[in-house]
């Protein structure tokens, strides 16, 4: 199962729509990766309104995704994460430090480019 | 009512197979949205662990009931390697794996009952419970 990954001028525009089996999920890592590189982009949003479980394989590979789209110099934005979701991270102990969230990916965006135009 | 549902952990599907069946029983037992997703994590991370460490093995899950409450039993065994010192694995961030260690101590956080045997070279058993409130 492939994630569609879709651009918006210098941006990339993710919402991750399935159920994140292993593969899904480096296959994703991947392709992000690939797509920031081939478009040159700036910004990303990843938007998880429809992730009902994140566990911890799950938001390693996301918190990598992070680190290394920052490499790469794009700034990643997660959205959308459930409250569910986020009691259950911080339950597990997991505060995926230093990420950048917004609301849903409308204030994604706006959060992106405010930091990356000022 | 208390039927037992198996699911085998062989391949990485299983670990799918694994919380999709979880999040169903729990649904139907009448847990709300953030029980349902405590739950369905805690089986990902040990439908997880049997995969990684102990290449196959079962998760099976029940309704329980006990003294007027009721509950959902996550059991997960393997006849893996075992883990040597049970003490270690339970902290925050301990892994052989290059993971982040959150797994064992974070299913413990996300249950209510929670324990643990594991005998090296024999495999690992480990009980939750989760109980509706
Ligand atoms: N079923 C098992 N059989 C043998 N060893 C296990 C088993 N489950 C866990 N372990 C051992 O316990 C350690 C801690 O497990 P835990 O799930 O907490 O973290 P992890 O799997 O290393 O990382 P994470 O779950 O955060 O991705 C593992 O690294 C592994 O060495
Ligand atoms: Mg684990």
Redesign the interface.
Same mark, same amino acid.
């Given at each position: 199962m492939r994630i569609p990954i879709l651009k918006l001028y210098d941006y990339l525009l993710i919402s991750i729509q399935v159920e994140l089996d292993d593969q899904t999920v480096l296959q994703f890592q991947e392709d992000v990766l690939n797509k920031i590189h081939q478009e040159g982009s700036r910004g990303v949003v990843i938007d998880l309104t429809s992730v009902e479980m994140v566990d911890s394989y799950i938001a390693k590979v996301l918190g990598d995704v992070v680190d290394m789209s920052k490499l790469m110099g794009a700034k990643v934005v997660l959205t959308g994460i459930q409250p569910s979701v986020a009691i259950t991270l911080i339950d597990m102990g997991i505060t995926l430090e230093d990420v950048a969230t917004a609301l849903d990916l409308e204030q994604g965006l706006e959060k992106l480019q405010r930091e990356l135009e000022g | 009512m208390q039927v037992q549902t198996r699911v085998d952990i062989h391949s =990485?599907?299983g670990?799918?197979a694994a *919380?999709?069946a979880g *999040?169903k029983l729990a649904k139907e037992i009448g847990f709300g @949205?953030?029980d349902?997703? *405590?739950i369905?994590?805690a089986i @990902? =991370?040990l439908a997880?662990n049997i995969y990684l460490y102990a290449n196959q093995g079962e998760i099976s899950i029940e309704e329980v009931a006990s003294a007027g409450k009721r509950g959902m039993k996550v059991v997960a065994s393997d006849r893996g390697p075992g883990i040597k010192d049970v003490r270690s694995v339970m902290e925050?961030g301990f892994t052989t794996s290059g $993971? %982040?260690g959150? $797994?064992l101590? $974070?299913v413990k *956080? %996300?249950m209510d009952d929670f324990d643990i045997d594991s005998e090296e070279e024999e495999g690992t058993t480990i009980i939750s419970i989760k109980w509706l409130r």
């Amino acid at each position: 199962m492939r994630i569609p990954i879709l651009k918006l001028y210098d941006y990339l525009l993710i919402s991750i729509q399935v159920e994140l089996d292993d593969q899904t999920v480096l296959q994703f890592q991947e392709d992000v990766l690939n797509k920031i590189h081939q478009e040159g982009s700036r910004g990303v949003v990843i938007d998880l309104t429809s992730v009902e479980m994140v566990d911890s394989y799950i938001a390693k590979v996301l918190g990598d995704v992070v680190d290394m789209s920052k490499l790469m110099g794009a700034k990643v934005v997660l959205t959308g994460i459930q409250p569910s979701v986020a009691i259950t991270l911080i339950d597990m102990g997991i505060t995926l430090e230093d990420v950048a969230t917004a609301l849903d990916l409308e204030q994604g965006l706006e959060k992106l480019q405010r930091e990356l135009e000022g | 009512m208390q039927v037992q549902t198996r699911v085998d952990i062989h391949s =990485e599907w299983g670990i799918v197979a694994a *919380r999709q069946a979880g *999040r169903k029983l729990a649904k139907e037992i009448g847990f709300g @949205s953030v029980d349902q997703a *405590r739950i369905t994590t805690a089986i @990902s =991370e040990l439908a997880r662990n049997i995969y990684l460490y102990a290449n196959q093995g079962e998760i099976s899950i029940e309704e329980v009931a006990s003294a007027g409450k009721r509950g959902m039993k996550v059991v997960a065994s393997d006849r893996g390697p075992g883990i040597k010192d049970v003490r270690s694995v339970m902290e925050d961030g301990f892994t052989t794996s290059g $993971g %982040l260690g959150a $797994g064992l101590p $974070g299913v413990k *956080r %996300l249950m209510d009952d929670f324990d643990i045997d594991s005998e090296e070279e024999e495999g690992t058993t480990i009980i939750s419970i989760k109980w509706l409130r």
